[in-house]
């Protein structure tokens, strides 16, 4: 009887951190990185078959006596961990599926939760999943008829596109108002603003455009007179207008290139995407 030994990982959580975890499948004998963490830390995790060569007789294919064996040794891949809390991972994915299922969202649904002293990602959810133990299985949220409908190829670039992509990481959005946080940064590291500022959020009218308040569009009216740091909590875009019109453009994107926007942050992910902004 011959036993051929086949690799093969287990996730014993399921889809808990599908996308940075990725999955691994056996290449002769031997596992091979896909996506996430199991892609970019491939060469460490991957350990060494060990192997003992001796001597054999032609006809019972049995050691012959007095024949030293060599022995190579195995080695074993290197462990890796990670800064993801299971619980704050777990909550995040939940509050991603809960968003996806009632606003029906078309895109997909991400979120990071990172400790803000040292920057560790202590969550990052990406909602479809998929199960990395079975990384081609039809997905649970896909119209079984559909997925029928589609070629085997076809299947493979939906769960691509849709389950195995790490939108935290690849994916652009339009900032909108978080971009708040890194005009005030630029405004107080300038000496242009202090927290007690009392500021106006009276709409502004440039060219064609006027821009209010959320306040001013929903209910008729603004919050009027307010500190800068009344209106940070607040969220008022004329302020944050007046604020980038005292930077200036050119040290505004001074800060945004100093904030690292054009460039990569370097996490231990594969396919991490950049910024887009307008190159004049």
Known sequence: TTVDPVAKRYYAQGT??????GYATANDGVLVGQLGIESQYNSELTGKEGYTYVEVDNYYSSALPYSPPTTIDKEDGYN?????DENIQQIAE???????????VEDGVTAIVMN??????????????????????????VDIELWNAMSEDDQIAYIMSKAWRNRAISDTYEPGSTFKAFTTAIALEEGLTYEDEVMSDAP???????????????AGVNHGLET???????????????????????KYYEYIHNFGFYNTTGIDLPA?????????
């Open 16 to 21: 808990l951190a599908a996308q940075i975890l």
């Open 80 to 84: 890796v961990v990670l800064n993801i």
């Open 94 to 104: 939940n509050a991603c599926k809960d968003v996806y299922d009632v606003y029906d």
């Open 116 to 141: 803000p002293y040292t920057g560790a990602v202590l969550g990052m959810a990406s909602y479809p999943d998929f199960d990395p133990n079975q990384p081609t299985a039809v997905p649970e949220w």
């Open 204 to 218: 502004i009218v440039s060219g064609d455009y006027t821009i209010s308040c959320w306040l001013q569009k929903t």
């Open 228 to 250: 800068m740091k009344e209106a940070f909590e607040n969220s008022c875009n004329p302020i944050f207008v007046r604020l980038a019109e005292r930077i200036g453009i050119a």
């Open 272 to 280: 991490e995407g950049v910024g887009i902004f307008h190159k004049n």
